[in-house]
Nanobody, 114 residues
């Protein structure tokens, strides 16, 4: 069974940084477009950033210039470097593939205090 395991979240002050990791037990990880999503309390899950097999990236307007998505195909891991964090970034962060999303992992909680 394919698993997505997110890690790296925590509590940080506004302006701080965190680096999230997502390990995916996908046999064809290297060809998949992967993405990070987040869900704040009372809100729908939203796409934060995506990265193609060729490492082309796309970001939500709210995180452009602050977040960077990257991948390591050898480790089957996708990362999200988050800088200049804001309280509005507080959410549970998840990763998944964009094509035919898999069962969601547990996510990792990011809390940004003001």
């Amino acid at each position: 069974q394919v698993q997505l395991v997110e890690s790296g979240g925590g509590l940080v002050q506004a302006g701080g940084s965190l680096r999230l990791s997502c390990a995916a037990s996908l046999s064809l990880f290297s060809i998949e477009t992967m993405a990070w999503y987040r869900q704040a309390p009372g809100s729908q899950r939203e796409l934060v950033a995506s990265i193609t097999r060729g490492s082309s990236t796309n970001y939500a307007d709210s995180v452009k210039g602050r977040f960077t998505i990257s991948r390591d195909n050898g480790k089957k891991t996708v990362y999200l470097q988050m800088n200049s964090l804001k309280p509005d970034d507080t959410a549970v962060y998840y990763c998944n593939r964009v094509r035919a999303p898999l069962n969601w992992g547990r996510g990792t909680q990011v809390t940004v205090s003001s």
